[in-house]
């Protein structure tokens, strides 16, 4: 089996497994607890946290640990909506994870009481938000915005520093949804003039179920889950030391690999994607062309992300016929695989209803071989052909 859907689930690391294994076992405590077991605990989680803290570029104090990313983004959002909402407004893209738009969108729908205004940003038809759009929607009575770093379907990159600036003139807290950047591009607080952003263990080779939402000091933020206070008021619960450890762990390791990993991952993916539109010509690469860069000269690419619509074609008939050569990939988003909506991605790329249901994402990581990416190249028009769409191919 091919595995080319990183970007919904990674392999588990062995590394961060093994590092999670003495927490699972023997240093099973309580980490609040005031015995010798419970301190060992915390000490343990207190590692964990600095080590966190250390490839985020952030105080262990900043650092909430959440169920995963979808956590992380609803506790930013409604969070901060709860403690200071301002002028209830809040600012975020069309583009957006659901995660982040479902949270803004009950806000709009008055999760919070009196309805909060939401603003979707629209994106170019690369995926790339309308930033002049974004600095005009925010005033300084706008409660958040939330931009994410890469998009999980289409792998844009967005310009977060430029929104950033714009954030700071007007004095709004930024959220960033990095969950699918670590090990890919910089995801440290002030390189990206971050306020809030969100991480997932289980993109990066780490346990499932665990996630991180950072939260500068000067960010008010009211919890989302009451009860015994833990982690400094803003996440009660019984805190998962293994799943801590194990996040610190993927998340070090994958920052760690991002010099050398990024690049051949790039590699990997030019190949794959120059192949497949060699290959099945009336194939569409969406999100940026590999070679885009943003203003500021880094890629506007995830490195390991290449997605296509297959004009005409089910994007489900298409990774069935993958799946049955033993490429293992999705449509868009692994969220959307179980239902044949229209990608809100591609629709505000620009895509049409029936495009739009067309997608096929390849996701490469950490294992992904060239002797992979060949194999996929031929099997893509195979695939394609045997799903009816022999007029995409070449001649
Ligand atoms: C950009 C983005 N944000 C948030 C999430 C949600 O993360 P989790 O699966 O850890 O809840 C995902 C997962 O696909 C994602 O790709």
Redesign the pocket.
């Known amino acids: 089996m091919i595995y080319l859907d990183h ?1 919904a689930t990674s392999p588990p690391s062995r590394a961060a497994l093994e590092a999670q294994w003495p927490y699972l076992t023997q240093v099973f405590a309580n980490p609040s607890s005031a015995h010798e077991p419970g301190r060992a605990a915390r000490a343990g989680l207190d590692a964990a946290l600095a080590e966190i803290a250390g490839v985020l570029g952030c105080r262990p104090g900043e650092v909430v640990l959440t169920s ?3 956590e992380a ?1 609803d506790l930013a959002l409604l969070g901060v909506a709860a403690a200071a909402p301002r002028g209830r407004h809040v600012v975020t893209t069309a583009v957006e ?1 659901p ?1 982040v738009l479902e949270a803004a969108r009950a806000l709009g729908r008055g999760a919070l009481g009196e309805p909060f205004r939401v603003d979707e940003i629209g994106v170019d038809g690369d995926g790339v938000l309308d930033l002049a759009a974004l600095e005009a929607a925010l005033t300084p009575q706008t409660t958040i915005c939330s931009v ?1 770093l890469a998009n ?1 379907e289409v792998g844009t990159v967005q310009p977060v520093r430029e929104v950033a600036a714009r954030c700071r003139a007007v004095g709004v807290p930024l959220h960033v ?1 990095a ?2 950047a670590p090990g890919q591009l910089d995801v440290r607080l002030d390189v990206l003039g971050a306020d809030l952003l969100s991480v ?1 263990a ?1 993109k990066l080779g780490g346990p499932r179920g665990a ?1 991180v939402l950072v939260v500068r000091g000067a960010v008010p933020l009211v919890p989302r889950i009451h009860g015994g206070g833990q982690q400094r008021g803003r996440r009660s619960g019984t805190v998962d030391v293994a799943g801590a450890v194990g996040t610190a762990t993927a998340l070090r390791l994958a920052e760690e690999g991002r010099a050398t990993g990024g690049p051949r991952l790039a590699a990997l993916r030019d190949r794959l994607v120059a192949g497949v539109l060699q290959t099945v010509p009336g194939a569409v690469l969406t999100g940026p062309p590999v070679d885009a860069v943003l203003a500021d000269g880094s890629p506007a690419r995830l490195p390991g992300h290449a997605s296509f619509v297959f004009p005409g074609l089910g994007g489900e008939t298409v990774l069935a016929e993958l799946e049955e050569r033993g490429v293992v990939c999705s449509s868009g988003s ?2 959307a695989a179980d239902s044949d909506d229209a990608s809100h991605v591609l629709l505000a790329c620009g895509f049409g209803e029936d495009a739009a249901r067309t997608a096929v994402r390849l996701t490469l990581g950490a294992g992904t071989t060239s002797e992979q990416v060949e194999e996929v190249v031929a099997l893509v028009p195979e695939a394609v052909a045997a799903a009816g769409g022999a007029a995409l191919l070449a001649a």
């Open positions: 970007a995963g990313g979808t983004d994870h995660a994410m999980n949804d969950v699918q997932s289980h996630g692994a969220c």
